[in-house]
């Protein structure tokens, strides 16, 4: 399976499959799989760079991942609870989501887990 992927600005981003980072924080593995925006509806594709933002592909919302909350079945009580990862969490769904870093590489990966920790 091949990832949607674009450039911006120097940077790639690779559309989003990881599997819940939130999850992860609380010691439960779930499934890898693709993320949507759902800020006012949205429903757009999720993306990430290697500059350690998120890019929705529909509305063009693009903000670092330190700020985004994450909404899945292991840990939400309702379809409108959304709750912020780690930043250990959202390393280890990154760095351990193997299609994404088969396909982004590992030098594309450093250069997250950089950026990432950057701002966090």
Known sequence: MA???FSEDNHT???LFISCPV???QG???ERSFWSHYDNGC???IYVGDDAYYKCKKCGKKSHVKNWAYNCPGHSNSPDEFVKASAQGL??????AGQMVQEAGIMWLQ???QN?????
């Open 13 to 15: 981003y690779f559309q």
């Open 91 to 96: 390393a280890k769904a990154v760095s351990t």
């Open 23 to 25: 999850c992860h924080d």
């Open 116 to 120: 990432m920790g950057k701002d966090w």
């Open 28 to 30: 439960r593995n779930t």
């Open 3 to 5: 990832l949607n992927n």
């Open 111 to 113: 250069t997250f887990l």
């Open 43 to 45: 429903h757009g594709d």
